[in-house]
């Protein structure tokens, strides 16, 4: 039977992929919330509008933030 050696860097890389696998499906799902929220053939378009806030303000209550962070401020 053979032995497979392991070394830190395969450890590392392997949660990386994992990790950013996650991240996506979370922003995935968020944005499909989004999209339906937008998207509802039943709402008008200020009911959409409210809809889409909804989303947000479920996503800030969840994740325990007051204000996001622009891309532009991120990268800078």
Not at 9 to 24: G, L, T
Not at 49 to 57: F, G, P, S
Request: with cysteine.
């Amino acid at each position: 039977m053979a032995t497979a050696l392991i070394t830190s860097r395969d450890f590392v890389d392997a949660i990386a992929v994992e990790v950013a696998c996650k991240i996506d499906v979370a922003v995935e799902s968020w944005m499909a919330e989004v999209e339906l929220a937008l998207t509802d053939p039943a709402l008008t378009t200020l009911g959409r509008m409210n809809a889409a806030k909804e989303v947000l303000a479920q996503y800030k209550t969840l994740t325990g933030k007051q204000q996001l962070q622009s891309r532009k401020i991120l990268a800078a």
